[in-house]
DNA sequence: GCCCATAGGTATACAGTGTAGACGTATACA
DNA sequence: TGTATACGTCTACACTGTATACCTATGGGC
């Protein structure tokens, strides 16, 4: 059966999780398992398809069970969207090191695509017109990935922390943008909200692009 | 001087270009430097800083010279973030390596701060209110860098490629909205208007966020 | 009972990685 | 002249992924 291959995905998650995606080696993950390194080659192909089938994994995950069918989806389209984007962000905030390899892997499990069909079903549900449902899922999964990947991986929240001294202005007049926003930039982000009115605004897009 | 810094770095971009960023081993860059690798280490403290200097070495192209104060800027601050926005995309097509970096490395460097300014200073233009403003660059910069990263890591173009024989609907009814959508899904996806598109959108988002 | 195919695990080995540490040498300044 | 500093080399270490060869236990057909 294929509990051992199930076995070594649950190792290399854990061993993810602890020590990051520099932990994965597959002396690491064999250990774990308690069997020797070349004896995982019998269950996962080799590394890079041991990372694609952890980030299959965790997508497994992102949606409750295909009860799609059976019950009427209860929400309306844009409570259905934000729901799957906080999922993601949730997703992404628990395992940091999935971040850089949703961008690479494309979406080709049976979860990822049923995931599109989702957005897909809430966009045309939204009245957007079909010819610009793919893009549009496009514009917002970009959005929300890069939204999470950035923020763990510090490039919203290690920006420009005051710099040059305490006083707003850079020496000489190097950034008179940067001076004026001084105020708002002292703060430090609560990326929470700011997650929430991002998504607001991209969901408003899609409204937009709905009714023309 | 630090004429041999800069020439490490050239080599590093070389090779970045030519073989991929796994082809940028220390041993490789001192090769192609014409010296033993330990060598590099009195000029880059590492190679996670070298990788980092690589990214700034290509931000500090984004912009034009700094004549900022000299003249005034000439176009409408929409075309100046589309411009900039462009110039984005065209540098990762250029230099795929390049991407999965600038999520994770901070805009930190002067260069990345000149930009951040830059698109600072067209929101204010635009009208935006001063609070909002770095929330619209952290969304307007996550928008781009993450399309050109989806795009030349494979995230778009391979997704999804008529799956499971060609018909448009999947075995018993799995992805009714893929079902759905199968003309517009077969198309190869224009990323270049594709992207035309949804920079459009998220100006159109940012006016719209100007006028509340 | 016998034979053998197959699945799963082990041992060894190879080429490659980043980099710590000790050592050398040449130039510049006191 | 002496010495400090910048720059480079050499060696070595602890890793990485994985190709290859070998071993062992289990199950099915005869």
């Known amino acids: 059966m294929g509990g051992r291959r199930e076995e070594i995905l649950e190792a290399a998650l854990a061993i993810a999780d602890e ?21 995982l ?8 398809e041991l990372l694609d089938a952890m980030v299959g994994h965790l997508l497994s995950a992102l949606l409750p069970p295909d009860r799609s069918r059976d ?19 949730a997703m992404v905030r628990r395992h940091p090191w999935a971040a850089p390899l949703l961008f690479s892997r494309p979406a080709v499990t049976p979860d990822a695509v049923r995931a599109v069909d989702v957005i897909y079903d809430a966009l045309i549900e939204a009245g957007v017109p079909d010819r610009e449902v793919p ?14 990947a950035s923020e763990v991986s510090g490039r919203f929240t290690s920006g420009d922390p005051d710099p040059r001294g305490h006083r ?3 020496p000489e007049g190097g950034f008179p943008a940067h001076a004026r926003l001084t105020p708002w930039l002292r703060l430090p982000a609560d990326l929470a ?14 409204e937009a692009a709905a009714g023309r």
């Open 19 to 39: 020590r990051g995606l520099d932990g994965v080696s597959m002396r690491a993950v064999a250990e774990r398992v308690g069997v020797t390194p070349m004896a």
């Open 168 to 170: 707003g202005s850079h």
């Open 193 to 206: 909200t700011e997650f929430e009115a991002d998504l607001d605004d991209v969901l408003r897009l899609i």
């Open 41 to 48: 080659y019998r269950h996962v192909g080799g590394k890079a």
């Open 71 to 89: 019950r009427q989806e209860p929400q309306r389209w844009d409570e259905r969207l934000a729901a799957l984007a906080r999922a993601v962000r």
């Open 135 to 148: 893009r549009l899922e496009r514009l917002l999964s970009t959005f929300v990935i890069g939204f999470a």
